[in-house]
């Protein structure tokens, strides 16, 4: 168990510019969460997959966010046109079905000059 | 839906004083209920959770909270304050059904002095 690994763990990128992220999750966990943290707030909602399946998102997720995970294991998380408001941490968390309480991954903080 | 409220975004105690964050919750269901920690540029520990057995819950580093139905909370204490308990917890809430994706409170920074 080597935890829930998350890449890059900085990203500065330029306003309009593409990015991705990656998360992987513990091996046997099923389950995958997507969130957002702005400075000095809680983690926000963002989406979850069962396996490859994408269950639900958030109205947070614009159309200009989209996620995967296509063999059950790692996810991906795009943003496109990249926005001064996209800037935060992104956390990426996984669990199995049944088990309450997630483990987060140590985050993604992007920040949009 | 659900939510939750932390009282204080920040709370300052001694090295040794007791500490208490608070926590009330809302729910149209059954609740489950859990505290995180996150030290700077990580990611969130899980503290404890509420998983409808044992109302006094205990949780890892000497924490505990306990869930009172009447008063809908979920306070997080700990008797005696440690320099490194100095970082921001989260309240957050999940269903009973559903995706079970958390809903976290604003957070409380917890500052130590010596």
């Known amino acids: 168990d080597t935890g829930v690994s998350q890449d890059p763990r900085h990203k500065i990128t330029k306003r309009g510019q593409n990015v991705t992220f990656r998360c992987d999750p513990i091996?046997?966990?099923?389950?995958l969460y997507w969130y957002r943290q702005t400075l000095g707030q809680g983690p926000e909602f963002l989406t979850y997959f069962q396996n490859e399946a994408q269950l639900e998102k958030s109205r947070l997720l614009s159309d200009r966010f989209s996620a995967e995970r296509p063999k059950g294991s790692f996810s991906t998380l795009e943003i496109q046109r990249t926005e001064q408001g996209d800037s935060a941490m992104y956390l990426c968390?996984?669990?199995?079905?049944?088990?309450?309480?997630?483990?987060f991954g140590s985050g993604t903080r992007l920040t949009v000059v | 839906a659900q939510s939750v409220t932390q009282l204080g975004s920040h709370v300052s105690v001694s090295e040794g004083a007791l500490v208490l964050l608070r926590c009330n919750y809302s729910s149209s269901v059954p609740p489950y209920l859990f505290w995180y920690v996150q030290y700077p540029n990580q990611g969130l520990q899980l503290l404890l959770k509420?998983?409808?057995?044992?109302?006094l819950v205990k949780g890892i580093n000497g924490f505990e909270a306990e869930f009172k139905k009447s008063e809908t909370s979920f306070h997080l204490t700990k008797p005696s304050a440690h320099m490194s308990d100095a970082a921001e917890y989260f309240c957050a809430v999940t269903l009973s059904t559903g995706r079970r994706a958390l809903t976290f409170g604003s957070g409380t920074r917890l500052q130590v002095q010596p």
């Open positions: 091996s046997e966990h099923n389950r």
């Open positions: 509420y998983t409808s057995a044992a109302t």
């Open positions: 968390a996984s669990s199995i079905v049944g088990q309450l309480g997630d483990t």
